[in-house]
């Protein structure tokens, strides 16, 4: 039996149930009054409540970054002075790929522990900056030229051997549109996912190859096809990764395929890809976080605020919450991607299956 007929034999078998009375976690005191005590909950220490470990948390609600950013809209419209171009992306894209194309030619020559620790410790770390300006730049907010941002896109996948931007860009729209949504959202765990990877050591499996599964996915959940642009971004990354290959050496290739590939993996700032959005907290769906690593994630810790405003480019999302503080400064944070790895891998309230689907969600009108 293929993978695809056991999900559609699984869901046939089990019926599972929307959960239509936890309150939605998102708006401002005045509002919505349970939003009083949110700022007590942990999320290192509240996601020990009852919860199904087969499947997702189904919530029938309103979209709640839809409703935030109108009523942050209503009341604070200044808000859009901040949707604007911030060409900051081009020139840090520029300076990494020279630094890592450097480091991988002079550090081949390193001993291997050497070798590895500089490719974990610096080689991830800078190529997981890569893959937040691949994020920033296919939200379109370095440029007005649509062709300049791609362009920067591209050349951030050169570091990382991985050419992703262009399916990157097609799958986020999704991720933003509908948002925990099964069959569309492919940020979301696959049902064999959650049935796979349920112990400690499945899940450091699982995390350590998460690339491979954010790959692979797409092509399962809601194939979209390859396009010119994904094609041309295969090309182009291919004969990169074949041209340092030949004129640095096979090494200086693996430096940065290996830097590539944990930057999103079993690293501590990929762990944002958990922190983001697994339900650390009953009936929140979206996190931010707050500490150091937003220097090295260029603020992709500020999650809530880019899902509420997706226009506003990485530099001003602080801005966004400094200007609509009651909207977000009682919402629980994560302030330690490394509480977050090992609560992930070694607690059993916390997979694959800590997720929301939102696919009954209803969007509120407007009165």
Known sequence: MTVAEQEKQTKQEKQYVADKSTPVLWECVEKNPTQKHQKDLNVYEDYHFEKSKEYFHIMPHEEPHTLRRRAILEKYPQIKNLFVKDPISAYITVAIVVFQLISAYYIQHASWPVYLTYMYVVGATLNHTMQALVHDLTHLTAFDSVILNRIFAFLSNVPTCIPSAMTFQHYHREHHLAMGDPKRDTDLPTDWEIRTFNRPWKKIIFISLHPLFYAVRPFYIAPKGLGPLEIFNLVLIMSTN?????????????????????????????????????????????????GIANFFNLNLGYHIEHHDFPQVPWRLLPKVRAMAPEFYENIPVHTSYLRVGLAYLFDDDLGPFARIDTSETKLKKKD
């Open 242 to 290: 074949f041209s340092v290959y030949y004129f640095m050496g096979p090494f200086a290739l693996l430096y940065l395929a290996l830097s590539g590939f944990i930057s999103m993996g079993l690293h501590p700032m990929a762990m944002h890809t958990i922190a983001e959005h697994y339900e650390f907290v009953k009936g929140q769906e979206s996190y931010d976080y707050i």
